[in-house]
T-cell receptor, first 113, second 116 residues
Framework: DTEVTQTPKHLVMGMTNKKSLKCEQH?????MYWYKQKAKKPPELMFV???????INESVPSRFSPECPNSSLLNLHLHALQPEDSALYLC????????????FGPGTRLTVL | AQKITQTQPGMFVQEKEAVTLDCTYD???????LFWYKQPSSGEMIFLIY??????QNATEGRYSLNFQKARKSANLVISASQLGDSAMYFC?????????????FGSGTRLQVQP
């Protein structure tokens, strides 16, 4: 099973809402990533979890809150977002320490009204 | 800091012909990895090919090959025998140094359109 799943596929939320994005992989990978991709732009790194510990936060606003409850699951909690946060949010995972390939999920398209 | 440059915003190719997508990079690290990903309109990033900085031979994966010229710091993707399904956005990316994170830095992308 070389699959990373993300739910929901699409999400529309207001600026006062609280929502969560979910990412799951069952490949035994120990590094998981959140990337944000604005329209017509490349993905940009937001968070990295390695062995369920937050490795780096790329100066992301606190209205984005990541969580890694276990080695298979990665969440991104959203609160008080702005319309400019509308984007495609991609989750990825990587296997062994010497592995190079990152497997990406299909992404969640987020629209903030 | 690492930087990836893709100078072709868009490319057209006729079906069954070969096409080269350009990628140049800048890094001060001796050990690095270069990737190409395909992103269809659906949004998923599909891994195509990988080249390590110490790999002596150019990487190949089916119809994809990577023309790696280390001295020129280029890592161009060659797609042979283009198919209509190859129409997508293509990103060149570089893996961070061996710090454990191994996050990817992406170029701006090239949109490829295959014409029948």
């Amino acid at each position: 099973d070389t699959e990373v799943t993300q739910t929901p596929k699409h999400l529309v939320m207001g600026m006062t809402n609280k929502k969560s994005l979910k990412c799951e992989q069952h490949m035994g990978h120990r590094a998981m990533y959140w990337y944000k991709q604005k329209a017509k732009k490349p993905p940009e790194l937001m968070f990295v979890y390695s062995y369920e510990k937050l490795s780096i936060n790329e100066s992301v606003p606190s209205r984005f809150s990541p969580e890694c409850p276990n080695s298979s699951l990665l969440n991104l909690h959203l609160h008080a977002l702005q319309p400019e946060d509308s984007a495609l949010y991609l989750c990825a995972s990587r296997g062994r320490l010497d592995s190079h390939e990152q497997f990406f999920g299909p992404g969640t398209r987020l629209t903030v009204l | 800091a690492q930087k990836i440059t893709q100078t072709q915003p868009g490319m057209f190719v006729q079906e069954k012909e070969a096409v080269t997508l350009d990628c140049t990079y800048d890094t001060s690290d001796q050990s690095y990895g270069l990737f190409w990903y395909k992103q269809p309109s659906s949004g998923e990033m599909i891994f195509l090919i990988y080249q390590g900085s110490y790999d002596e031979q150019n990487a190949t994966e089916g119809r994809y090959s990577l023309n790696f010229q280390k001295a020129r710091k280029s890592a161009n993707l060659v797609i042979s025998a283009s198919q209509l399904g190859d129409s997508a956005m293509y990103f060149c990316a570089m893996r961070e140094p061996d710090t454990g994170r191994r996050a990817l830095t992406f170029g701006s992308g090239t949109r490829l359109q295959v014409q029948p």
